[in-house]
């Protein structure tokens, strides 16, 4: 079955840069973006952006450019996404989710979700 | 930026029908899905390309397409539907994703 397994929760001080994972089984990897969401305590849903893993190509929320660098390792079927000069106002769980060509481009599959808190 | 609009929330005792709409002006150039989130959880896909349902999400989920208004129909509303649903879409060009506030559902 599908799966998308993420990293543990993270502590960061303000202007450090977080990595968050995303493991993926039960599917052909580079067949499927990976996009990235995030929801702060008590708030909405907030796209972040995409990654093609068979080319690596990307593409980034306009808030977040400049800022947030998401990669691959094809190797063991893995998709990271980092936030540099981290604030308060970051402090979110962030998801990893599957697009799904086939229907539209639906978010059809979930990571479980990661807590990074930025707090001095 | 582009923005989609949907209600705070809506309330409705179990078997009625609840309506949560979604507004925005590329909707008709790019389709809606709908995604339900309970406490503590990820979401989960419930609706897609404006109208179709999942294998696995029951008959009673709905979706429709009118203008710049999608909406997700729950019919029969059960206890378990209780939760917060969030539409989202794109822009007109297809680049940029984005999700409505979300709606709280209440099964009064």
């Known amino acids: 079955q599908v799966q998308l397994v993420q990293s543990g929760a993270e502590v960061k001080k303000p202007g450090a840069s977080v990595k968050v994972s995303c493991k993926a089984s039960?599917?052909?990897?580079?067949?499927?973006?990976i996009n990235w969401v995030r929801q702060a305590t008590g708030q909405g849903l907030e796209w972040m952006g995409w990654?093609?893993?068979?080319?690596?190509?990307?593409g980034y929320a306009q808030k977040f450019q400049g800022r947030v660098t998401m990669t691959r390792n094809t190797s063991i079927s893995t998709a990271y996404m980092e936030l540099s000069s981290l604030r308060s106002e970051d402090t979110a769980v962030y998801y990893c989710?599957?697009?799904?060509?086939?229907?539209?481009?639906?978010?059809?599959?979930w990571g479980q979700g990661t807590l990074v808190t930025v707090s001095s | 930026s582009y923005e989609l609009t949907q209600p705070p929330s809506v309330s409705v005792s179990p078997g009625q029908t609840a309506r949560i709409t979604c507004s925005g002006d590329?909707?008709?150039?790019?389709?809606a899905y709908w995604y339900q989130q309970k406490p503590g959880q990820a979401p989960v896909l419930v609706i897609y390309?404006?109208?179709e349902r999942p294998s696995g999400i029951p008959e009673r989920f709905s979706g429709s397409s009118s203008g710049t208004t999608v909406t997700l129909t729950i019919s029969g509303v059960q206890a378990e539907d209780e939760a917060d649903y969030y539409c989202?879409?794109?822009?007109?060009?297809?680049?940029?994703?984005?999700f409505g506030g979300g709606t709280k559902l209440t099964v009064l």
């Open positions: 990654m093609n893993p068979n080319s690596g190509n990307t």
């Open positions: 989710a599957r697009a799904d060509f086939w229907s539209g481009y639906s978010f059809d599959y």
């Open positions: 390309k404006d109208s």
């Open positions: 989202q879409s794109a822009d007109s060009s297809g680049t940029y994703k984005v």
């Open positions: 039960g599917y052909t990897f580079t067949s499927y973006d």
């Open positions: 590329a909707l008709p150039k790019q389709y």
